[in-house]
């Protein structure tokens, strides 16, 4: 890509000269869609981001938000989405490490992963290729750093062919005092690279992810791609961590998108100061670089931190003890943002003009439609094992048994769950962690496909007794200059910051990923949302059933077909089930319920509906015996209608009372120790033993091993 002529115009004018080269490619960086959001921010003030918990919202490397007075988590999220197509491996293991690196930024300790990933149809080789790829790289990556992978989703459709998504959410955990921001601080100080060495690789990346996929990518955009180095990352983060222990960096910044140009320009920009920077004092892997490549290479594994003159021999003495390279690189000052290269003035530039001055796009949308009801006559025997066998619905252990989700002993609740549970013993409680999206949703029903994913997700915290607390997004789309994708795009915003706001949910942070479009066409818009929530056990109600109780179905027991598993698998179309409009105090009640003394097991009800909620539920040693009675089998055990759950319980008489007036409450029958799945549905009985439901479900390892 080269700068568009009407921003060269901008720059011209406002430097009443013509850039240099490195001027004019740093700005083609940092004014691309990737960095600037220029398509995406006008659209961002939907979101409320301010509660009385959020210490520092979007805007820096990693949100702040407030546990109790003395200990922070913060939150995070990005995308590695083009990378990973181009090289599933380092595509996705260079996106856990900067996502790690933007917790360090804060001054936070990393303590947990989550990954939602999204890939074309399962039954596509390509696909598997690149699922194959993209878990090892988050595996080996995120194992060897000791960060542990708690969460997330997998998600395949047909639209995702020619472009994958990769999102990656951090928690990261400090006590108030060790908060540092990427806001630089002081003229005189120094600035100091701290990490890796510098080469060519991940050239142009920020450009490279913002623009479509062609179809030669796999081979021509390669050398965009980062390539990892997950031991030098578990020494950087160590090393920031004895660093900030002992008040030694003022502000710092990971480097990430457009390499040491992006980080250093942006940590002095939102100080409102500049720098003097000499590139030839970068340390450098490789020979003769020139200095737009020092300026804009993506090595990864790299911080640059603000210093008081004092402490930069200390700083340097913390480095060397870890094996990292350490470069004074340069001053923070109170005038423009200057490099030099070899006695020669490279960039001289209003460090706030580089970082604000992209203008915004003013892009025309279409409003999206949704489908009319044409639904499949479908036997219930065969949809039902077709959709608790999709890979949509199947289990996902293939997929998170290669993570290490034990690391660091706080995982209490393991992946598989509604949603992790990780024991804060420093606050005495535990935060649930929920992260995920589900693009059929949002194909069918942008707008309220998106409120649904925002629902879900809090329902997963709640079935495991949590409070939401915060939440960071990771808004995807293809080209946004397409009428009716920027429409599509449109909606999932509008509709994510909506159910949020009715949720009391802030949300704090986010990334957005858009020209994700490939010669197949764009990728569905996708909110993936990573929220947390706390509560106050470590512990929480497991999905599975224990065999000793009632089971109960809480929340509206038919919903439309729209967007659900049961219609991609037996064909026909449906309008997206309408939302409960008392969403806050029907998640406030599964709280309590789940909390209750008489409550066994409770699990949310979402992808593949009441079906696939049942089929997960028993085990080896528990099973259930369930009558649906008159009801519409289909829109009864398929709809996929958020904000419900399933509960097993010694005292239903007290569910009853707790939704009463709030949301139906059906009794669905017993679970047992048959070990045996019973379905009474449409007049015809369905069994299966756990095994046989486990066979269904295990296609993934059918497909990989």
């Not at 535990?430 to 995920?436: D, I, Q, R, V, W």
């Not at 009794?667 to 070990?675: H, T, Y």
């Given at each position: 890509m080269s700068l568009d002529d009407s921003d060269r115009e901008l720059v011209v004018a406002e430097l009443g000269r013509d850039p240099t080269s490195a001027e004019e490619a740093l700005f083609e960086n940092l004014w691309s869609e990737h960095c600037a959001y220029r398509s995406s921010r006008p659209l961002l003030s939907a979101f409320e981001s301010e509660s009385d918990d959020v210490v520092i919202g979007p805007g820096d490397d990693a949100a702040v938000v407030a546990l109790d007075d003395s200990t922070y988590i913060t939150m995070g999220i990005e995308s590695h989405n083009h990378p990973s197509y181009v090289d599933p491996y380092d595509g996705a293991a260079t996106g856990v490490g900067g996502i790690v690196r933007d917790t360090l930024s804060m001054g936070a300790y990393p303590i947990a992963l989550a990954d939602s990933l999204y890939f074309g149809g399962f039954d596509r080789e390509h696909s598997r290729y690149l699922l194959e790829g993209v878990v090892e790289g988050i595996a080996d990556y995120g194992n060897s750093i000791g960060v542990p992978t708690v969460t997330g989703s997998t998600q395949f459709h047909p639209d995702y062919e020619g472009n994958p998504l990769v999102n990656v959410a951090c928690v990261g955990l400090l006590p108030a005092e060790r908060l540092i921001t990427a806001e630089a601080q002081t003229p005189g100080n120094k600035l100091l690279l701290v990490g890796n060495s510098t080469g060519r690789d991940g050239l142009g990346g920020a450009s490279f992810a913002s623009e479509d996929l062609a179809e030669d990518a796999e081979t021509e955009d390669r050398p965009a791609v980062q390539v990892g180095d997950p031991y030098t990352e578990k020494l950087l983060i160590e090393a920031n961590e004895e660093l900030v222990d002992g008040a030694l960096v003022e502000s710092a910044r990971d480097l990430g998108a457009a390499g040491l140009g992006g980080a250093s320009s942006e940590l002095v920009a939102k100080g409102g100061l500049g720098a003097d920077i000499d590139l030839e004092r970068v340390h450098q892997r490789e020979p003769n670089m020139n200095a737009l490549e020092i300026l804009l290479a993506e090595s990864q594994e790299r911080m640059v931190y603000e210093v008081r003159p004092e402490n930069v021999d200390a700083v340097a003495e913390v480095a060397e003890k870890y094996d990292l390279g350490c470069s004074v690189i340069g001053d923070v000052t109170d005038g423009n943002y200057v490099c030099e290269f070899e006695g020669e003035t490279v960039v001289d530039v209003p460090a706030e003009f580089i970082g604000d001055g992209a203008p915004m796009n003013d892009l025309p949308s279409e409003?999206?439609?949704?489908?009319?009801?044409?639904?499949?006559?479908?036997?219930?025997?065969?949809?039902?094992?077709?959709?608790?066998?999709?890979?949509?619905c199947a289990s996902k252990r293939w997929v998170y048994r290669q993570y290490d989700h034990e690391v660091q002993t706080r995982t209490s609740v393991l992946p598989g769950d509604d949603s992790a549970v990780l024991a804060i013993r420093r606050a005495e409680l535990?935060?649930?962690?929920?992260?995920?999206a589900n693009p059929s949703w949002t194909t069918t029903a942008p707008y309220d496909g998106a409120r649904a994913v925002a629902l879900e997700n809090a329902t997963n915290l709640a079935a495991k007794g949590a409070t939401p607390l915060a939440a960071v997004d990771c808004l995807n789309g293809g080209n946004p200059e397409k009428p009716d994708v920027y429409g599509g795009f449109k909606g999932i915003v509008d509709g994510l910051a909506d159910m949020c706001s009715a949720l009391d949910v802030p949300v704090v942070g986010g990334n957005v990923s858009l020209y994700n479009d490939s010669p197949s066409g764009p990728i569905p818009p996708t909110p993936t949302l990573a929220m947390t929530g706390t509560t106050a056990e470590y512990d929480a109600p497991p999905a599975e059933l224990s065999g000793e109780g009632t089971l109960l179905f809480v929340g509206e027991p038919t919903a439309d077909l729209g967007g659900s598993e049961y219609l991609a698998q037996m064909g026909g179309s449906d309008r997206f089930p309408e939302l409960p409009g008392n969403a806050p105090e029907l998640l406030s009640r599964l709280r309590e319920v789940a909390t209750a003394d008489g409550t066994l097991a409770v699990h949310d009800v979402s992808d593949g509906g009441l079906a696939v909620t049942l089929a997960e539920m028993v085990s080896d040693d528990a099973g259930a015996s369930v009558s649906l009675g008159d009801a519409d089998g289909a829109e009864t055990l398929f709809s996929e209608l958020p904000g419900r759950a399933v509960v097993e319980t010694t005292d239903p008489d007290a569910v009853f009372d707790a939704f009463d007036g709030v949301a139906p409450v059906t009794?669905?029958?017993?679970?047992?120790?048959?070990?045996t799945l019973q379905l009474e549905v449409d007049g015809e009985g369905l069994r299966y033993a756990a095994s046989e439901i486990a066979a269904l479900r295990d296609v993934l390892v059918r497909e990989l091993e």
């Open positions: 409003e999206p439609t949704q489908p009319d009801r044409d639904l499949p006559d479908a036997d219930v025997r065969e949809a039902f094992e077709a959709v608790v066998g999709s890979p949509n535990g935060l649930a962690f929920s992260s995920g009794e669905l029958g017993e679970a047992n120790d048959s070990g």
